[in-house]
């Protein structure tokens, strides 16, 4: 089956740091996205991709959507507490007829340090 | 809208014991998703359906695990027997056609963390 590889595991990182996580793929999928999840909550959706090479921005956060279609990073400038959580990535592909299940990525841990 | 109600949060039971998950997902969705989240394996995708109907089931473990969906407001992800390697958090997760093409715009529940001692 399909399977999304998702690095770094965990980050340590200092208030005010820029954050870069990335997905790669075996396969390609046609839509990209990234869902946040806090503890105790369900994922929730930061950003979706769906053209190759795309690039789009939500406040702070911003993801492309890789070429190969194989591959999605997401960034996030000037870190604050709030940003703590798992990060995940998503692949779908459609055959036309509708919704698909999502594969996810294993996450991100982002963990910032005072 | 209340978004996606799943019940119980949390759930501790003994091997062997059934065990039933419910979700109501947001009303007018017509798609209805079940996920297990674990350390080891993340997010997988168990089944899901449209207009109640099971469309791919494929995800779920064995036959242990049946899912339901009644009607529109409502389904039920069934173990039995529960097994300590079930231990998880299930997520119930609903979206409507035209989010789901345009926006894949799934919203999730908080989860069921089910324990099997």
């Known amino acids: 089956g399909q399977q999304l590889n998702q690095s770094p595991q965990s980050m340590f990182i200092q208030e005010g740091e820029d954050v870069s996580m990335n997905c790669t793929s075996s396969?390609?999928?046609?839509?990209w996205l990234w869902y946040k999840q806090d503890p105790g909550e369900g994922p929730v959706l930061l950003i979706a991709?769906?053209?190759?090479?795309e690039l789009t921005s939500n406040g702070r956060l911003t993801a492309q959507f890789g070429i190969t279609r194989k591959d999605s990073f997401l960034n996030i400038s000037a870190s604050i507490p709030s940003d703590v959580g798992i990060y995940f990535c998503a692949g779908a592909t459609y055959s036309g007829g509708g919704a698909d299940g999502l594969t996810f990525g294993k996450g991100t841990h982002l963990i910032i340090q005072p | 809208d209340a978004g996606v109600i799943q019940s119980p949060r949390h759930e501790v039971t003994e091997m062997g014991q059934e065990v039933t998950l419910r979700c109501k997902p947001i009303?007018?969705?017509?798609?209805l998703f079940w996920y297990r989240q674990t350390m080891m394996r993340g997010l997988e995708l168990l089944i899901y359906f449209n207009n109640n109907v099971p469309i791919d089931d494929s995800g779920m473990p064995e036959d242990r695990f049946s899912a339901k969906m009644p009607n529109a407001s409502f389904s039920t992800l069934k173990i039995q027997p529960s097994e300590p390697r079930d231990s998880a958090v299930y997520f119930c997760?609903?979206?409507?056609?035209?989010?789901?093409?345009?926006?894949?715009?799934?919203?999730f529940g908080s989860g069921t963390r089910l324990t099997v001692v």
């Open positions: 396969s390609i999928f046609n839509t």
């Open positions: 991709l769906y053209k190759a090479g």
């Open positions: 997760a609903s979206s409507s056609a035209r989010e789901a093409k345009l926006y894949h715009g799934y919203t």
């Open positions: 009303s007018g969705h017509d798609y």
